[in-house]
């Protein structure tokens, strides 16, 4: 493959970013979409080999079905014919940044950058067991640290959950991040990409691998005997990550913690949002339902109308009295919650208005017609000083007497009625 190459009419090759010992990763653009990609191409070598076809074509499944802010994005899968072979190839989101080994090729980091890439890393491992998805090959080169965050790449051996390695007895995988139990030969579990994290967090933390080995050999049979020394002493790095990361080298997988417990551990120490909203991040839109509008009841439209029924009779009636006076202190109050308040009793006069006002008082629940209560006390006893005045002025007149009737004599033929007898204190002595 060389530079400027045209794949499937629309992927243009520009340089080469990566070489495994099954494909090449290449920096491309996408002519059709106008963007830059990432193609990882299977190698010449293994183009014949159906079982590395399959491998490349389960890595865009494995990874297209995954969703999540650290987890590359799968766009395009396919074959296309290359010097008489037939080749596969995988498009994907670029990661443009730099792998974890080549950050940790300076040395340790600093416990706070160490944590943040932790926290991201298991962040997209568990959403990856939530999908009942293994990688199963968790180490720092395969970790890109972008301006973005962590891309967790190369799903190329991912297994399902419960599957078993290879029947010919071969491990696929790095040596140096291989689970206990993987080597002998136990199913695939999510606690093994946990292990995995483990090595790689001590080495981001230490500088240096949990145990001294040389050889494979010898790596292999640290992972299941040697038990890993504790890490060094860092300043300032929080005991429970210390502890977190002794959990997941334990030999049991039962031992270790799940994945979303390490990014929430780490995420919190980090200044992260918790796994759950890290999950969630890259999660499918949800439709919502479309918002019903609740037409207004037919008691809602008869209170409106009694409502404007009384303000507008109430603005006849201001009319015929003058404008309105303002409220009086004493005047009732209707509140605007169901509770009531007794009206106070208004203020006796001698002197009757010439006309009761009626004012209406609108709750937003009851709609009432109060009686606005008479004048003042003071003005009703300056216009009963008035009356008086007035009425003392006009000369008095002789008042007409009427003589008493006589009284009917009795009708005949009836006795005339006696008068009761006196009590005892009413006779004479």
Same mark, same amino acid.
């Given at each position: 493959?060389?530079?400027?190459?045209?794949?499937?009419?629309?992927?243009?090759?520009?340089?080469?970013?990566?070489?495994?010992?099954?494909?090449?990763?290449w920096?491309?653009?996408?002519?059709?979409?106008?963007?830059?990609?990432?193609?990882?191409?299977?190698?010449?070598?293994?183009?014949?080999?159906?079982?590395?076809?399959?491998?490349?074509?389960?890595?865009?499944?494995?990874?297209a079905?995954?969703?999540?802010?650290?987890?590359?994005?799968?766009?395009?899968?396919?074959?296309?014919?290359?010097?008489?072979?037939?080749?596969?190839?995988?498009?994907?989101?670029?990661?443009?940044?730099?792998?974890?080994?080549?950050?940790?090729?300076?040395?340790?980091?600093?416990?706070?950058?160490?944590?943040?890439?932790?926290?991201?890393?298991?962040?997209?491992?568990?959403?990856?067991?939530?999908?009942?998805?293994?990688?199963?090959?968790?180490?720092?080169?395969?970790?890109?640290?972008?301006?973005?965050?962590?891309?967790?790449?190369?799903?190329?051996?991912?297994?399902?959950?419960?599957?078993?390695?290879?029947?010919?007895?071969?491990?696929?995988?790095?040596?140096?991040?291989?689970?206990?139990?993987?080597?002998?030969?136990?199913?695939?579990?999510?606690?093994t990409?946990?292990?995995?994290?483990?090595?790689?967090?001590?080495?981001?933390?230490?500088?240096?691998?949990p145990?001294?080995?040389?050889?494979?050999?010898?790596?292999?049979?640290?992972?299941?005997?040697?038990?890993?020394?504790?890490?060094?002493?860092?300043?300032?790095?929080?005991?429970v990550?210390?502890?977190?990361?002794s959990?997941?080298?334990?030999? !049991?997988?039962?031992? %270790?913690?799940? =994945? $979303?417990?390490v990014?929430? #551990?780490?995420?919190? /120490?980090a200044?992260? @949002?918790? *796994?759950?909203?890290?999950?969630?991040?890259?999660?499918?839109?949800?439709?919502?339902?479309?918002?019903?509008?609740?037409?207004?009841?037919?008691?809602?439209?008869?209170?409106?109308?009694?409502?404007?029924?009384?303000?507008?009779?109430?603005?006849?009636?201001?009319?015929?009295?003058?404008?309105?006076?303002?409220?009086?202190?004493?005047?009732?109050?209707?509140?605007?919650?169901?509770?009531?308040?007794?009206?106070?009793?208004?203020?006796?006069?001698?002197?009757?208005? !010439?006309?009761?006002? %009626?004012?209406? =008082? $609108?709750?937003?629940?009851? #709609?009432?017609?109060? /009686?606005?209560?008479? @004048?003042? *006390?003071?003005?009703?006893?300056?216009?009963?000083?008035?009356?008086?005045?007035?009425?003392?002025?006009?000369?008095?007149?002789?008042?007409?007497?009427?003589?008493?009737?006589?009284?009917?004599?009795?009708?005949?033929?009836?006795?005339p009625?006696?008068?009761?007898?006196?009590?005892?204190?009413?006779?004479?002595?």
């Amino acid at each position: 493959m060389d530079r400027g190459e045209l794949i499937a009419g629309r992927y243009r090759l520009r340089e080469e970013l990566g070489r495994g010992g099954m494909s090449v990763v290449w920096r491309a653009d996408d002519d059709v979409l106008g963007r830059e990609v990432a193609v990882k191409v299977l190698s010449a070598v293994l183009a014949d080999d159906p079982d590395q076809r399959r491998l490349i074509r389960d890595e865009a499944r494995a990874a297209a079905r995954l969703r999540h802010a650290n987890v590359v994005a799968v766009y395009d899968y396919g074959d296309f014919a290359h010097g008489g072979r037939t080749l596969s190839y995988v498009v994907m989101e670029l990661a443009d940044g730099r792998t974890l080994a080549q950050m940790l090729s300076g040395g340790r980091l600093p416990w706070k950058v160490a944590t943040l890439v932790g926290a991201q890393v298991a962040a997209a491992l568990a959403a990856a067991h939530a999908d009942g998805i293994v990688h199963r090959d968790v180490k720092p080169a395969n970790v890109m640290v972008t301006s973005g965050g962590v891309k967790l790449v190369d799903f190329g051996i991912s297994a399902a959950v419960g599957a078993f390695d290879g029947g010919d007895g071969q491990l696929v995988g790095t040596p140096a991040y291989l689970a206990p139990e993987r080597i002998k030969g136990g199913p695939v579990r999510p606690a093994t990409d946990v292990y995995a994290l483990g090595v790689l967090m001590y080495l981001a933390l230490a500088g240096k691998m949990p145990w001294d080995a040389s050889t494979v050999t010898g790596m292999v049979k640290a992972h299941v005997y040697a038990k890993p020394a504790p890490l060094p002493l860092i300043p300032g790095l929080p005991l429970v990550v210390t502890r977190l990361v002794s959990r997941c080298l334990a030999k !049991r997988p039962a031992d %270790r913690p799940s =994945a $979303v417990e390490v990014a929430d #551990v780490l995420g919190e /120490v980090a200044g992260l @949002p918790s *796994a759950a909203l890290l999950r969630s991040v890259s999660a499918p839109t949800v439709t919502l339902p479309p918002v019903r509008t609740r037409r207004p009841g037919r008691a809602v439209l008869i209170a409106a109308g009694a409502v404007t029924g009384l303000l507008a009779a109430g603005g006849f009636w201001w009319t015929d009295d003058g404008p309105a006076r303002p409220a009086q202190a004493d005047a009732v109050t209707v509140p605007s919650t169901s509770a009531t308040t007794p009206a106070q009793k208004p203020s006796t006069s001698r002197v009757t208005p !010439r006309r009761t006002v %009626r004012s209406v =008082a $609108v709750s937003q629940q009851r #709609v009432r017609a109060v /009686v606005q209560p008479a @004048p003042k *006390a003071k003005q009703a006893a300056k216009a009963n000083q008035a009356a008086k005045a007035k009425q003392a002025a006009k000369p008095k007149q002789a008042a007409k007497h009427k003589p008493p009737k006589a009284p009917k004599p009795p009708k005949a033929g009836k006795p005339p009625k006696h008068p009761k007898k006196a009590g005892p204190e009413h006779r004479q002595p």
